[in-house]
């Protein structure tokens, strides 16, 4: 499985379309004065489209990428020529090249200065950045993540932190969306980027003519890594409670892989400018139903410290650029491994949790009938 697994954007982008030309056709999105073209492959030509996108998150594009080329080398195959007429399956390769390129989660916006997390950037009017989404409750840990980086100081404040906030709130409100500080964590930006166009434009090719939509998006960084066993954990995040119409459809979908839903969104997004919420609002409507979902794969040994580490990490490195210019190696390290562990055994548990998922997939959707 190692094979599947790339060392840089280039490398990945290559072995994606050289898969994907065996399959299907391959089409590019391109932006003017843009160095990341995003490559694409549509398979099969049915009404209900099945999208799998990968890099939303640049360094997460790693696994991604790799686990679209698994789903060409191994499982396009088994599609028979009954699910091709019901189906068009599209594989959309890394959203954010500059990020994978660069081993950031997110990307430099050059323009206006700051790191901006596109899965915070979706489905936002920036017209009127008086009246863009608030969250007030990021500001009372802003200044704590970005102080001067001290790795048992500041881990030890961030963690009593966590402790002191995790019923009100604040310590989850961290990671929704913020619209104020350019250089703060989960920084939604202050217009629409590239990369976000570019997205929606394959979204909107292929959802001409949709009949349905059923769109993942991978990731990784949630959930839990066991090195002593080499194991790691995964699960589809759909954003809807558990009684929602949306989250039956997965579980009925989905009988093997977890399904994790979000209470919290009864009234309404958790997530500020995600892209699963902004494909629902684009494209669903009662005669076209849109599930969307995220499928995540942990890399956090310890439930508890991990996401303290991740924070503190990400609050290194803007400390980092804001007062050096560059990320020190150590944070850059720290970093790379939050999101991307460099053990080979995590690679291949993480795409063995894939082919679960494309399996599992392909199978309810064989066997589901349409309303």
């Known amino acids: 499985m190692q094979n599947y697994y790339s060392e840089n954007w280039y490398e990945a982008t290559q072995k994606f379309c050289d898969a994907a030309e065996r399959c299907g056709d391959v089409k590019w999105c391109r932006a003017e004065n843009h160095k990341f073209d995003i490559p694409y492959v549509m398979i099969g030509d049915g009404p209900n489209k099945v999208v799998i996108n990968s890099g939303v998150h640049g360094i997460e594009g790693y696994f991604g990428s790799a686990a679209q080329l698994m789903f060409l080398d191994k499982f396009v195959p088994r599609l028979t020529p009954e699910m091709l007429k019901k189906y068009t399956f599209v594989l959309v390769h890394v ?3 500059w990020g994978m390129q660069n081993r950031m989660r997110e990307v430099m916006d050059k323009k206006n200065g700051g790191l901006v997390d596109l899965n915070r950037n979706f489905g936002v009017d920036f017209s009127k950045p008086k009246f863009l989404p608030q969250n007030p409750k990021y500001e009372l840990a802003h200044d704590l993540l970005l102080s001067k980086p001290d790795a048992v100081g500041k881990k030890n404040k961030i963690k009593e932190f966590r402790k002191a906030h995790l019923k009100d709130g604040v310590w989850a409100a961290i990671s929704n ?4 500080h350019p250089y703060g964590l989960f920084y939604g930006g202050c217009e629409q980027m590239t990369e976000n166009k570019m997205a929606l434009s394959i979204y909107d090719e292929v959802m001409k003519g949709a009949k349905s939509l059923l769109s993942i998006g991978l990731h990784t960084g949630l959930g839990r890594f066991c090195r002593k066993e080499a ?4 699960h589809l995040m759909v ?14 979908i989905f009988c093997v892989t977890r399904i994790e839903p979000d209470e919290a969104a009864a009234n309404g997004p958790t997530i500020l400018g995600d892209l699963v919420d902004c494909l629902e609002l684009r494209y669903g409507s009662e005669n076209v139903p849109v599930y969307t979902a995220d499928f995540e794969i942990g890399t956090g040994e310890f439930p508890i410290m991990s996401p303290v580490y991740k924070r503190m990490d990400m609050g290194d490195a803007r400390y980092d650029l804001l007062n050096g210019g560059e990320i020190s190696k150590q944070t850059f390290k720290n970093l790379t491994e939050s999101w991307y562990p460099s053990d080979v055994r995590w690679r291949d548990a993480a795409l063995y949790c894939a082919s679960v998922l494309f399996n599992d997939m392909l199978d309810g959707l064989g066997k589901y009938k349409e309303k």
């Open 95 to 97: 959203i954010n090249g």
């Open 177 to 180: 969306g913020q619209y104020k």
């Open 231 to 234: 194991r790691v954990t995964s």
């Open 239 to 252: 954003s809807h409670p558990k009684s929602h119409e949306k989250t039956k459809f997965f579980n009925k």
